[in-house]
């Protein structure tokens, strides 16, 4: 093969080139809940600071092979992704390419900050709307510049522990068609099986979380061609958060995802990763990686789930996901062959994203 005169050979002996890598599960504007918590990031940091750890967030990501992420909702942070975009799509900061959401929206009374008197209003940490309303929300966030919608089929509301449907089926429906008119996809959270059921019969393109997962739900997103990001480095996360050391047992709440994801294994569900990192530290995108393959996949797939597949789920693989001619030159190289061992993830030599060397050997 005959090389132009003006391209740079680099050398990368003992490293293994792939494609960049893809995050289709993010939060730039939040950061590890140890640092503070969720509700402390909403309601006490200033917007200005959120956006600037932002800015951090992003380059520590590109920086540590990821090149394409779906950011799924600003958390209390208004539009601010919408900037963060245009920031990084301008040169303006380093950062992977975003795919993003806005605020993401909520069924009124489902989301958080709570635990508040009654009588305080408390700004909520994403968009509330019902019934009829949704299709003007939804509209005002594509007309805004929403790249997805991000809908949370159910949350821990109401009466009891755990997720509950926050939306009904019509609801949801209603979401989806209203964004399919505008050509854009809707992403789910859903934790229950009760939320994910509504959400793939409503036509949403991704469920995330899944946690209470079975084979049943998990046949119906087959059916459905609905993707699947896992979400498992968060999981882990929780766990450690509340306590749980790494090498001690596993909590009921991390043996019940491990058993979830087995089943989603064992359904054959498209799986794209997607991690929720900013519930833990941006730059380790690798942990989720690392989680797929403890949790049962083979390297090779979980390097597929983060390239090829998650290209394919974000309408992308014509353009990323592959080392191929005519594809944009998003690439990574990492020390070892993380096809074959994945903890090579964490040690990436070379990120190129569109062609240019953001960091190189
Ligand atoms: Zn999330």
Request: with cysteine; charged share 20%.
């Amino acid at each position: 093969m005959t090389r132009p005169l003006s391209a740079k050979a680099i050398s990368l002996t003992g490293c293994t080139l792939t494609p960049g890598l893809i995050d289709a599960h993010s939060h730039l504007l939040l950061h590890p809940y140890n640092e503070a918590t969720w509700d402390d990031q909403v309601s006490r940091e200033p917007l200005g600071e959120r956006i600037s750890r932002a800015t951090v967030h992003a380059r520590l990501n590109l920086f540590s092979g990821f090149t394409t992420m779906r950011d799924l909702g600003t958390e209390g942070a208004d539009l601010a992704d919408l900037g963060i975009q245009s920031a990084i799509e301008k040169g303006v900061i380093p950062g992977p390419r975003l795919l993003v959401t806005t605020r993401a929206i909520v069924a009124t009374g489902s989301y958080a900050p709570r635990s508040f008197a009654p009588e305080w209003r408390i700004p909520q940490g994403a968009d509330e709307a019902d019934g009829e309303k949704l299709r003007q929300v939804v509209r005002k966030q594509i007309r805004a510049g929403a790249n997805w919608i991000k809908v949370y089929a159910d949350t821990p509301h109401g009466q009891g522990p755990g997720a509950k449907p926050a939306f009904t089926l019509e609801e949801l429906k209603l979401v989806v068609a209203t964004a399919a008119d505008a050509g854009v996809l809707v992403s789910a959270h859903a934790q229950s099986q009760e939320g994910m059921r509504r959400a793939a019969l409503a036509g949403v393109a991704s469920i995330e979380h899944g946690d209470a997962g079975d084979i049943e739900v998990f046949r119906l997103m087959v059916e459905k061609k609905v993707w699947y990001c896992p979400t498992l480095a968060t999981g882990e996360a929780y766990a450690r958060y509340g306590g749980w050391k790494k090498g001690t047992p596993p909590t009921p709440a991390l043996v019940s995802k491990k058993q979830s994801f087995q089943a989603a294994l064992d359904s054959g569900v498209n799986i794209a990763n997607g991690s929720d990192i900013g519930v833990f530290p941006h730059g380790q995108g690798w942990q989720e990686l690392e989680m797929l393959v403890k949790y049962g996949m083979t390297p090779l797939q979980a390097m597929q789930a983060a390239t090829q597949s998650a290209a394919r789920m974000l309408r992308l693989d014509k353009e990323i996901g592959q080392v191929k001619a005519g594809w944009t030159a998003d690439l990574a190289a990492f020390e070892g062959n993380p096809t074959q061992d994945i903890s090579a993830v964490r040690k990436v030599r070379l990120v190129i994203k569109a062609g240019e060397i953001v960091k190189g050997p």
